[in-house]
């Protein structure tokens, strides 16, 4: 289900051959801004240095990127262009706080290009000496008394084999948004959600062994919501109203700004406000559920509060047609009065509409992916990478984080793993 | 610093003492409506099932409480009356959720009463032959290989000592709300706030002791948070708006609400708008910031929007002049339209005003205070209670939760581990 879009910067060769200027800063100064409170500054910090290394380290694995840009798509575009937008650098508050620059690397196969990432990397590894153990699920972990972890125990179909690990055990299991009992607890508003975005794998299992080895986790609570409604763009004109009838953001956000804003803040319920001239079918599913002649009328259908959505409407009208948005700046080209009735609201409550989430919290580890225990100490010999860690975005997301956090401090696990275990 | 409100209900003698008639089902719908998402079901049931049987233990403990009621106040009254309102009960939407009742019962001395609610139990205490260390500092529990807490390491002015512990150990060490790490990591915009309500102790040190002994933590991002800008309680007539002009919630709603929904959903970003009809000076150093003969005037003054706030006051007090709040719900006696010139602006923002903050969440616990690991089953022989661990409340916080957490799982974790001690 990957979308196989990676977030690198600071002046990749694809962001240089589509004629994009980047900065390692401005990556961080963005990243910084935009990926939640409480987020690790000395992981962003390598993140952002590394960034053109580990695209160029990609290529060389055989990962293909077409040096082509594409405009106008949120999340993998329906071409095999390489380069897009993937997330609020171009939108207030962010354009304000570093020049912005499109980071989102692509898989060069049309739409959803995640297995073309994996099988990739996979056929480089057949390369390797590494063995391979498919069908296998690992059970338990083997901890000394003192808390170092020198082995696993693995099932493949019913026969039990236990493995020394000489370098240590890296958990990459991913993250627990298929674990209802661990949603109920750490956000149940995940459970809102009609689409989470997750292989089958994503229960939880590994995080929680690692816990239970006495690790310690962060941000269990946070989740990445998209809300995918403006697309195709030109939606983004439209004005995104709560139960209030009252704007909350501005429209030309990321949809993963949009999604955690709506559900997180707004309580999962909201309306894209359309009119005529601005009005085209929504992709993924995402419905006209109420026409009016007149934002009166419209309201009403939607049992809003009496007169709420016409003076809505009427503020932002009123500064639109002079090219302002003094509540929350969305800026140009998708700035313009609402005014050719009819007008419609496109349904964006979680009941009736798509919500794609999956968890960013997970087990803490440091910036070599050693797992780190409740006084920040590695345990010895466990390593996590990837969502089932805490790991680059803790609130705020932007795509191709997750690939980009999970195959950038994967390979840091694996370096410090491999040298553990010649030390043996 | 404690304000001495035990959260009660249920029908106990100091409710129906003032006439007031409540049940256990009202009680744990308000709670479970009003708590936060996430919260133990299993413990709020219990509570609520316990309550009057807890309020009859701490009169017989000797702690005293008035059989009077006082009305106007959020949180301890400067009086020395017994039942106040801690919490939203009467208010939007938990009005219609459950039949409110006044549970904050207050130990009868005027203003911060927790001291005498403290004194009142150590008194009882002293006649038993429990051995009390004053002065010393735990610094390490004892752990078999098993996992079983089976002793402690204690620290009096330099000099170590080592405790068998045959029943268990308890930690009650309260929040973290004083540790600036912890805080950046779980939830950093508690460092926005101007008031941490703490105690030296609650520098999470318990919390992480029970960490590395393998428990499992829960909600550690969530946060008690106070605004107490509508007190006096005629001050609920104003509009407190956002960064936009916006009314955001229903100025009556218990202040504990407001600070929650104003540091969490609106940035710390918030002003009272109050008229020359029902301004009055607020307490706890609130303070106007703007004031303007016209709405525009005010607004300008404040650097809002242009438009947005005159706006938001036209629709309130067109529909408030019928009695009407469409947006939040706002009830009477608090509803009118503020008409009468000059304006004034309360500053509400966390850097100009009080925030009073303290963490939620802790320690992992069944309903028997035992603490639990990753995989939720009890650690042998630890034990904790109150603000150490995750309790009644995780984010919505009405006044006298804590003290009612504390002193009613701190008796049943109390009770087992004696059990315990006598099976040694």
Redesign the interface.
């Known amino acids: 289900m990957s979308g196989g879009v990676v977030y690198l910067g600071g002046g990749t060769k694809l962001q240089t051959a589509c004629g994009f200027e980047d900065s390692t800063e401005a990556m961080f100064d963005y990243l910084m801004a935009s990926v939640g409170?409480?987020s690790d500054e000395a992981k962003i910090k390598l993140y952002c240095e590394g960034s053109v290394a580990h695209y160029d380290w990609l290529v060389d694995q055989g990962v293909p990127f077409k040096e082509t840009y594409y405009y106008g798509y949120s999340g993998e575009p329906p071409t095999d262009d390489g380069l897009v937008w993937s997330g609020s650098e171009q939108v207030y508050p962010y354009c304000d706080v570093a020049t912005p620059a499109p980071r989102g690397h692509v898989v060069a196969v049309p739409g959803p290009a995640g297995h073309k990432l994996m099988s990739s990397l996979c056929e480089k590894l057949a390369t390797t000496q590494a063995e391979i153990a498919l069908n296998t699920v690992c059970d338990a972990l083997y901890q000394t008394?003192d808390g170092a972890i020198i082995g696993a125990r693995l099932r493949t179909f019913g026969e039990t084999r236990n493995v020394r690990a000489l370098g240590g055990v890296i958990i990459a299991t991913g993250g627990f948004v298929l674990n209802d009992e661990m949603l109920?607890?750490?956000?149940?508003?995940a459970k809102d959600c009609s689409m989470r975005v997750a292989a089958d794998g994503d229960d939880g299992s590994g995080i929680?062994m690692g816990?239970?080895a006495?690790a310690?986790?962060?941000?269990l609570?946070k989740l990445s919501v998209s809300l995918p409604v403006t697309q195709p763009w030109s939606l983004k004109s439209g004005l995104l109203v709560n139960d209030?009838?009252?704007?909350f953001i501005n429209e030309d956000a990321y949809y993963g700004r949009l999604g955690e804003q709506t559900l997180l803040?707004q309580n999962g319920r909201a309306w894209l406000i359309v009119d005529d001239e601005i009005y085209t079918k929504p992709e993924y599913g995402f419905e006209l559920c109420a026409v009016g002649e007149t934002p009166i009328e419209l309201a009403r259908e939607l049992g809003l509060?009496?007169?709420?959505l016409e003076?809505t409407i009427d503020?932002f009208n009123?500064?639109a047609a002079r090219g302002e948005d003094?509540?929350?700046h969305k800026r140009e080209p998708f700035l313009m009065p609402l005014t050719k009735a009819p007008f419609g609201a496109i349904d964006c409550t979680t009941q009736n509409s798509r919500y794609a989430v999956f968890t960013l919290g997970g087990l803490a580890t440091d910036v070599d992916g050693q797992v780190l225990?409740?006084?920040s100490r590695p345990i010895p010999g466990l390593f996590a990478a990837g969502r089932a860690t805490s790991g680059l975005a803790v609130g705020g997301y932007s795509s191709g984080l997750s690939l980009g956090d999970g195959t950038f401090f994967g390979r840091r696990a694996g370096r410090l793993a491999s040298e553990r275990s010649r030390q043996v």
């Open positions: 409170d409480g008394t109920e607890t750490y956000n149940p508003k929680q816990m239970q006495g310690d986790s962060l941000h609570d209030q009838g009252q704007r803040h509060p009496e007169g709420a003076s503020f009123e500064h003094p509540l929350f225990d409740a006084k």
